[in-house]
């Protein structure tokens, strides 16, 4: 089993920026990608960025540009840098790790982008 906690979330001003974090423990050998998804009452939860363990790097169309997925293996955390923030931002965003098959997730965080 792997448990993922995500912290750094919060309220925001349009422009502004936030940083998450989120830390894996447990059976977290072999675990293969980390990334973030958010999501918004009454839609799919979508996919904002992932990155493997070697430092690859996927991100949504909509968010290039303006945000940056980075990981530090040695303390089994990933961190997603959200700069340029807009109010269509604004979600419960959620960690997730892939490993030997199977998807992981963290409790979600929200953010919210308001002036």
């Known amino acids: 089993q792997v448990s993922l906690v995500e912290s750094g979330g919060g309220l925001v001003q349009p422009g502004g920026s936030l940083r998450l974090s989120c830390a894996a423990s447990?059976?977290?050998?072999?675990?293969?990608?980390m990334g973030w998804y958010r999501q918004t009452p009454g839609k799919q939860r979508e996919l904002v960025a992932t990155i493997t363990r070697g430092g690859s790097a996927n991100y949504a169309d909509s968010v290039k540009g303006r945000f940056t997925i980075s990981r530090d293996n040695a303390k089994n955390t990933v961190y997603l840098q959200m700069n340029s923030l807009k109010p269509e931002d604004t979600a419960v965003y959620y960690c997730s790790a892939y490993r030997l098959g199977s998807n992981y997730w963290g409790q979600g965080t929200q953010v919210t982008v308001s002036s």
């Open positions: 447990g059976s977290i050998f072999a675990i293969n990608a």
